[in-house]
Protein backbone atom coordinates (compact mmCIF):
# COMPACT_ATOMS: atom_id res chain seq x y z
CA UNK A 1 0.00 0.00 0.00
CA UNK A 2 2.95 2.30 0.98
CA UNK A 3 4.60 2.05 -2.48
CA UNK A 4 1.44 2.06 -4.41
CA UNK A 5 0.78 5.62 -2.46
CA UNK A 6 4.76 7.06 -2.85
CA UNK A 7 4.07 6.24 -6.34
CA UNK A 8 1.54 7.93 -6.79
CA UNK A 9 3.41 10.83 -4.56
CA UNK A 10 6.27 10.78 -6.69
CA UNK A 11 4.13 11.66 -9.55
CA UNK A 12 2.30 14.53 -8.06
CA UNK A 13 5.87 16.05 -6.94
CA UNK A 14 7.04 15.59 -10.37
CA UNK A 15 4.01 17.91 -12.09
CA UNK A 16 4.83 20.26 -8.90
CA UNK A 17 8.74 20.50 -10.02
CA UNK A 18 7.82 21.31 -13.50
CA UNK A 19 7.76 25.06 -12.40
CA UNK A 20 11.50 25.21 -12.25
CA UNK A 21 14.15 27.85 -13.91
CA UNK A 22 15.58 26.64 -17.35
CA UNK A 23 19.25 29.22 -17.56
CA UNK A 24 21.44 29.86 -20.10
CA UNK A 25 5.37 28.67 14.34
CA UNK A 26 3.65 26.33 16.32
CA UNK A 27 0.69 27.30 18.58
CA UNK A 28 1.35 28.56 21.85
CA UNK A 29 0.32 25.33 24.52
CA UNK A 30 -2.83 25.86 26.51
CA UNK A 31 -1.61 27.47 29.84
CA UNK A 32 -4.44 26.33 32.13
CA UNK A 33 -4.47 22.77 30.53
CA UNK A 34 -0.23 22.93 31.38
CA UNK A 35 -1.33 24.01 34.84
CA UNK A 36 -4.27 22.64 36.12
CA UNK A 37 -2.89 22.72 39.88
CA UNK A 38 -0.99 25.57 39.73
CA UNK A 39 -1.36 27.79 43.59
CA UNK A 40 0.98 30.38 43.57
CA UNK A 41 3.43 31.57 40.70
CA UNK A 42 6.47 33.90 41.24
CA UNK A 43 6.22 37.32 39.63
CA UNK A 44 8.42 39.90 38.26
CA UNK A 45 9.00 42.77 35.52
CA UNK A 46 12.40 42.17 33.41
CA UNK A 47 13.56 44.76 30.84
CA UNK A 48 9.53 45.49 29.98
CA UNK A 49 9.28 41.49 29.31
CA UNK A 50 6.87 40.25 32.58
CA UNK A 51 8.48 36.91 34.07
CA UNK A 52 6.91 34.17 36.03
CA UNK A 53 7.87 31.03 37.09
CA UNK A 54 6.50 27.94 39.42
CA UNK A 55 8.13 25.23 41.13
CA UNK A 56 6.94 21.85 41.02
CA UNK A 57 8.23 18.76 42.32
CA UNK A 58 9.45 17.06 39.34
CA UNK A 59 9.89 20.40 37.09
CA UNK A 60 10.62 24.17 36.61
CA UNK A 61 8.29 26.18 34.86
CA UNK A 62 8.80 29.45 33.61
CA UNK A 63 6.68 31.95 31.56
CA UNK A 64 9.06 34.62 29.83
CA UNK A 65 8.98 35.94 26.04
CA UNK A 66 5.22 35.26 25.16
CA UNK A 67 6.49 31.46 25.84
CA UNK A 68 5.64 28.69 28.42
CA UNK A 69 8.12 26.40 29.20
CA UNK A 70 9.26 23.69 31.34
CA UNK A 71 12.81 22.67 32.53
CA UNK A 72 13.37 19.19 33.90
CA UNK A 73 15.30 19.48 37.21
CA UNK A 74 18.14 17.24 36.32
CA UNK A 75 18.87 19.26 32.53
CA UNK A 76 19.01 22.42 34.57
CA UNK A 77 21.62 21.30 37.05
CA UNK A 78 23.48 18.93 33.75
CA UNK A 79 23.57 22.20 31.87
CA UNK A 80 25.19 24.41 34.33
CA UNK A 81 27.99 26.54 32.97
CA UNK A 82 30.02 27.66 35.65
CA UNK A 83 33.51 26.74 35.38
CA UNK A 84 33.63 23.83 37.41
CA UNK A 85 31.30 21.97 35.49
CA UNK A 86 31.76 23.43 31.40
CA UNK A 87 34.55 24.24 29.52
CA UNK A 88 33.84 27.61 27.89
CA UNK A 89 36.98 27.66 26.08
CA UNK A 90 36.33 24.04 24.27
CA UNK A 91 32.53 24.12 24.43
CA UNK A 92 32.65 21.16 26.64
CA UNK A 93 30.51 19.89 29.31
CA UNK A 94 32.86 18.70 32.43
CA UNK A 95 30.53 17.74 35.33
CA UNK A 96 30.04 13.99 34.95
CA UNK A 97 26.23 13.23 33.90
CA UNK A 98 25.94 10.30 35.86
CA UNK A 99 27.11 12.05 38.87
CA UNK A 100 23.61 14.10 39.06
CA UNK A 101 21.18 12.69 41.35
CA UNK A 102 17.84 12.12 39.32
CA UNK A 103 15.79 13.36 41.86
CA UNK A 104 17.46 16.71 42.49
CA UNK A 105 15.86 20.04 43.21
CA UNK A 106 16.48 23.35 44.40
CA UNK A 107 16.39 24.35 47.05
CA UNK A 108 16.10 28.02 46.16
CA UNK A 109 15.64 30.04 43.13
CA UNK A 110 15.85 33.83 42.78
CA UNK A 111 15.89 36.14 39.75
CA UNK A 112 17.97 39.01 39.03
CA UNK A 113 16.84 41.44 36.42
CA UNK A 114 17.73 38.64 33.58
CA UNK A 115 19.03 35.97 35.26
CA UNK A 116 17.71 32.53 37.06
CA UNK A 117 19.86 31.68 40.19
CA UNK A 118 19.44 27.95 41.18
CA UNK A 119 20.95 27.24 44.58
CA UNK A 120 21.49 23.14 44.68
CA UNK A 121 21.13 20.99 47.49
CA UNK A 122 24.70 20.59 48.19
CA UNK A 123 25.17 24.54 47.58
CA UNK A 124 26.18 24.55 44.14
CA UNK A 125 24.74 27.65 42.25
CA UNK A 126 23.89 27.45 39.13
CA UNK A 127 22.80 31.08 37.11
CA UNK A 128 20.64 31.60 33.63
CA UNK A 129 20.25 34.03 31.47
CA UNK A 130 16.25 34.25 30.39
CA UNK A 131 16.98 34.25 26.51
CA UNK A 132 19.29 31.67 27.09
CA UNK A 133 16.49 29.78 28.28
CA UNK A 134 13.89 30.57 25.45
CA UNK A 135 16.42 29.60 22.97
CA UNK A 136 17.69 26.11 24.53
CA UNK A 137 13.84 25.26 25.90
CA UNK A 138 11.58 22.55 23.75
CA UNK A 139 9.24 24.98 23.44
CA UNK A 140 11.69 28.09 22.17
CA UNK A 141 12.82 25.45 19.52
CA UNK A 142 9.12 24.64 18.64
CA UNK A 143 9.32 28.46 17.39
CA UNK A 144 12.51 28.48 15.79
CA UNK A 145 13.06 28.73 12.68
CA UNK A 146 16.56 26.68 11.72
CA UNK A 147 17.13 28.30 8.18
CA UNK A 148 14.94 31.14 6.69
CA UNK A 149 14.70 30.43 3.14
CA UNK A 150 12.43 31.75 -0.12
CA UNK A 151 10.58 29.44 -1.70
CA UNK A 152 10.39 30.45 -5.67
CA UNK A 153 9.57 29.23 -8.69
CA UNK A 154 9.86 30.10 -12.44
CA UNK A 155 7.97 33.73 -11.84
CA UNK A 156 9.36 34.64 -8.68
CA UNK A 157 12.98 33.95 -8.74
CA UNK A 158 12.85 35.91 -12.67
CA UNK A 159 11.23 38.56 -10.58
CA UNK A 160 13.75 38.75 -7.83
CA UNK A 161 16.52 39.23 -10.18
CA UNK A 162 18.48 37.68 -7.70
CA UNK A 163 22.48 39.23 -8.70
CA UNK A 164 25.42 36.95 -9.74
CA UNK A 165 28.71 37.51 -7.76
CA UNK A 166 31.78 38.19 -9.93
CA UNK A 167 34.44 35.87 -9.23
CA UNK A 168 37.48 38.17 -7.76
CA UNK A 169 34.90 39.76 -5.84
CA UNK A 170 34.11 36.14 -4.60
CA UNK A 171 37.87 34.96 -4.02
CA UNK A 172 39.50 38.10 -2.47
CA UNK A 173 36.29 40.00 -0.67
CA UNK A 174 34.46 39.14 2.42
CA UNK A 175 31.77 41.09 1.33
CA UNK A 176 31.70 38.93 -2.26
CA UNK A 177 31.65 35.96 -0.24
CA UNK A 178 28.66 37.11 2.21
CA UNK A 179 26.34 37.95 -0.89
CA UNK A 180 27.43 34.43 -2.08
CA UNK A 181 26.44 32.91 0.89
CA UNK A 182 23.20 34.73 2.03
CA UNK A 183 22.17 33.91 -2.21
CA UNK A 184 22.55 30.36 -1.63
CA UNK A 185 21.46 30.20 2.00
CA UNK A 186 18.02 32.31 0.47
CA UNK A 187 17.30 30.42 -2.77
CA UNK A 188 19.61 27.25 -2.48
CA UNK A 189 21.48 27.89 -5.57
CA UNK A 190 23.95 30.97 -6.04
CA UNK A 191 26.18 31.73 -9.37
CA UNK A 192 29.40 32.96 -9.58
CA UNK A 193 30.22 34.53 -13.20
CA UNK A 194 33.81 35.19 -15.12
CA UNK A 195 35.46 31.67 -13.51
CA UNK A 196 38.34 30.56 -15.32
CA UNK A 197 37.13 27.34 -17.27
CA UNK A 198 39.44 25.36 -15.67
CA UNK A 199 39.02 22.74 -13.10
CA UNK A 200 41.91 23.86 -10.64
CA UNK A 201 40.01 27.27 -10.69
CA UNK A 202 36.66 25.76 -10.17
CA UNK A 203 38.38 23.88 -6.68
CA UNK A 204 39.53 27.11 -5.82
CA UNK A 205 35.96 28.68 -5.50
CA UNK A 206 34.92 25.11 -3.72
CA UNK A 207 37.43 25.31 -1.48
CA UNK A 208 36.12 29.13 -0.67
CA UNK A 209 32.55 27.62 0.73
CA UNK A 210 33.61 24.90 2.65
CA UNK A 211 35.86 21.39 2.83
CA UNK A 212 35.36 19.58 -0.10
CA UNK A 213 34.12 16.15 0.62
CA UNK A 214 35.70 12.95 -0.84
CA UNK A 215 33.69 10.77 -3.08
CA UNK A 216 33.32 7.11 -5.13
CA UNK A 217 34.51 9.88 -7.87
CA UNK A 218 37.04 11.68 -6.16
CA UNK A 219 36.99 15.10 -4.51
CA UNK A 220 37.04 16.80 -8.10
CA UNK A 221 36.06 15.09 -11.35
CA UNK A 222 35.67 16.20 -14.63
CA UNK A 223 33.06 13.99 -16.57
CA UNK A 224 31.29 14.45 -20.36
CA UNK A 225 29.41 11.74 -22.43
CA UNK A 226 31.80 8.85 -23.19
CA UNK A 227 30.05 6.77 -20.65
CA UNK A 228 33.25 6.09 -18.64
CA UNK A 229 31.37 5.47 -15.30
CA UNK A 230 27.65 3.76 -15.03
CA UNK A 231 25.74 6.85 -14.88
CA UNK A 232 23.04 8.71 -16.81
CA UNK A 233 25.02 11.54 -16.12
CA UNK A 234 27.85 10.79 -18.39
CA UNK A 235 25.86 9.70 -21.33
CA UNK A 236 23.91 11.94 -24.12
CA UNK A 237 20.61 11.57 -22.51
CA UNK A 238 18.71 14.30 -20.84
CA UNK A 239 18.36 14.74 -16.99
CA UNK A 240 14.57 15.25 -15.61
CA UNK A 241 14.17 16.99 -11.74
CA UNK A 242 16.06 15.02 -9.27
CA UNK A 243 18.86 15.08 -6.31
CA UNK A 244 21.96 13.90 -5.83
CA UNK A 245 23.55 11.39 -3.82
CA UNK A 246 20.61 10.52 -2.59
CA UNK A 247 22.04 6.87 -2.07
CA UNK A 248 24.79 8.25 0.94
CA UNK A 249 23.88 8.77 4.40
CA UNK A 250 24.31 12.16 4.80
CA UNK A 251 23.34 13.59 0.84
CA UNK A 252 25.98 16.15 0.05
CA UNK A 253 24.39 20.03 0.77
CA UNK A 254 26.27 21.66 -1.29
CA UNK A 255 27.60 20.65 -5.29
CA UNK A 256 29.16 22.91 -7.50
CA UNK A 257 29.03 22.71 -11.47
CA UNK A 258 31.12 24.89 -13.46
CA UNK A 259 30.77 23.89 -17.52
CA UNK A 260 34.50 24.27 -18.94
CA UNK A 261 33.95 23.40 -22.62
CA UNK A 262 30.12 23.68 -25.00
CA UNK A 263 30.16 22.39 -28.27
CA UNK A 264 27.20 21.97 -30.21
CA UNK A 265 23.39 22.59 -28.97
CA UNK A 266 21.31 21.20 -26.00
CA UNK A 267 23.17 20.88 -21.98
CA UNK A 268 20.47 23.36 -20.48
CA UNK A 269 20.02 23.55 -17.24
CA UNK A 270 17.07 22.81 -15.24
CA UNK A 271 16.92 24.15 -11.71
CA UNK A 272 13.52 23.47 -9.12
CA UNK A 273 12.76 24.56 -5.78
CA UNK A 274 12.35 21.23 -4.17
CA UNK A 275 11.48 23.09 -0.70
CA UNK A 276 8.40 25.16 -2.99
CA UNK A 277 7.23 21.61 -4.21
CA UNK A 278 7.36 20.21 -0.83
CA UNK A 279 5.34 23.46 0.34
CA UNK A 280 2.75 23.10 -1.88
CA UNK A 281 2.07 19.39 -1.18
CA UNK A 282 1.96 20.41 2.41
CA UNK A 283 -0.48 22.96 2.04
CA UNK A 284 -2.94 20.65 -0.52
CA UNK A 285 -2.23 17.21 1.00
CA UNK A 286 -0.61 17.63 4.36
CA UNK A 287 -1.41 13.63 5.34
CA UNK A 288 0.79 12.56 1.85
CA UNK A 289 3.58 15.10 3.27
CA UNK A 290 3.21 13.08 6.21
CA UNK A 291 3.58 9.79 4.72
CA UNK A 292 6.60 11.44 2.57
CA UNK A 293 8.65 12.39 5.77
CA UNK A 294 8.13 9.42 7.68
CA UNK A 295 8.02 6.28 5.35
CA UNK A 296 12.45 5.72 4.91
CA UNK A 297 13.13 3.88 1.63
CA UNK A 298 16.19 2.87 0.45
CA UNK A 299 18.46 4.74 -1.93
CA UNK A 300 20.86 2.33 -4.22
CA UNK A 301 23.25 3.95 -6.37
CA UNK A 302 24.45 0.44 -8.48
CA UNK A 303 27.22 0.84 -11.04
CA UNK A 304 29.48 -2.02 -12.84
CA UNK A 305 31.34 -0.15 -15.39
CA UNK A 306 34.77 -1.01 -16.71
CA UNK A 307 36.96 -0.96 -12.92
CA UNK A 308 34.37 0.87 -11.25
CA UNK A 309 32.10 -1.69 -9.38
CA UNK A 310 30.14 0.09 -6.82
CA UNK A 311 26.49 -0.48 -4.76
CA UNK A 312 25.70 1.97 -2.29
CA UNK A 313 22.67 1.90 -0.36
CA UNK A 314 21.40 5.35 1.44
CA UNK A 315 17.89 4.99 3.45
CA UNK A 316 16.03 7.73 4.88
CA UNK A 317 12.50 9.03 3.58
CA UNK A 318 11.92 11.33 0.69
CA UNK A 319 11.22 14.56 2.82
CA UNK A 320 13.42 14.71 5.92
CA UNK A 321 11.96 16.99 8.89
CA UNK A 322 13.61 18.34 11.89
CA UNK A 323 11.23 16.57 14.71
CA UNK A 324 10.97 19.65 17.27
CA UNK A 325 9.40 22.32 14.46
CA UNK A 326 8.48 20.10 11.56
CA UNK A 327 10.96 22.22 9.47
CA UNK A 328 11.82 20.54 5.97
CA UNK A 329 15.96 20.55 5.93
CA UNK A 330 16.64 17.89 3.20
CA UNK A 331 14.94 16.09 0.37
CA UNK A 332 16.00 12.39 -1.13
Not at 154 to 165: K, S
Not at 181 to 193: C, K, M, P, S, T
Not at 295 to 307: R, S, T
Request: glycine content about 4%.
Amino acid sequence: MWYHRLSHLQSRLQDLLKGGVIYPALPQPNFKSLLPLVVHWHHTVSKSLTCAWQQHEDHFELKYANTVMRFDYVWLRDHCRSASCYNSKTHQRSLDTASVDLCIKPKNIRLDETTLFFTWPDGHVTKYDLNWLVKNSYEGQKQKVIQPRILWNAEIYQQAQVPYVDCQSFLETNEGLKKFLQNFLLYGIAFVENVPPTQEHTEKLAERISLIRETIYGRMWYFTSDFSRGDTAYTKLALDRHTDTTYFQEPCGIQVFHCLKHEGTGGRTLLVDGFYAAEQVLQKAPEEFELLSKVPLKHEYIEDVGECHNHMIGVGPVLNIYPWNKELYLIR
